[in-house]
């Protein structure tokens, strides 16, 4: 059993919500990143979830009518942004104790 890194917030974020969008702001390095409801949405939605997999499925969920290969590919481009960013990283799971 593989199992997916946990998905982790980076510390220290400044956020403030303007016209309904969301914006995150990482002191250092200075960054930015703006997202729009559905963005804003998924970003709440990640105290919600651990893993790649998980936010992939919070949004199937969310969006029944949406293909899901077309889900699959918007939300990992939109984490592979984030952890580009450093606004989340991605933590290597603990693997079990051997019995």
Known sequence: MKLEPRLVKAR???TDELNGELVLIKLHPQR????NA???ALWQGLDAVDTRA??????KEALPA???EEVKRA??????EL????FLTEVAPEAPPES
């Open 12 to 14: 220290g974020l400044d």
């Open 32 to 35: 930015t990143i703006i997202l």
């Open 38 to 40: 559905a963005g804003m």
């Open 54 to 59: 998980e936010a992939v499925s919070l949004v």
């Open 66 to 68: 949406m293909e899901p």
């Open 75 to 80: 939300v990992e481009q939109w984490l592979d």
């Open 83 to 86: 952890v580009a960013g450093g």
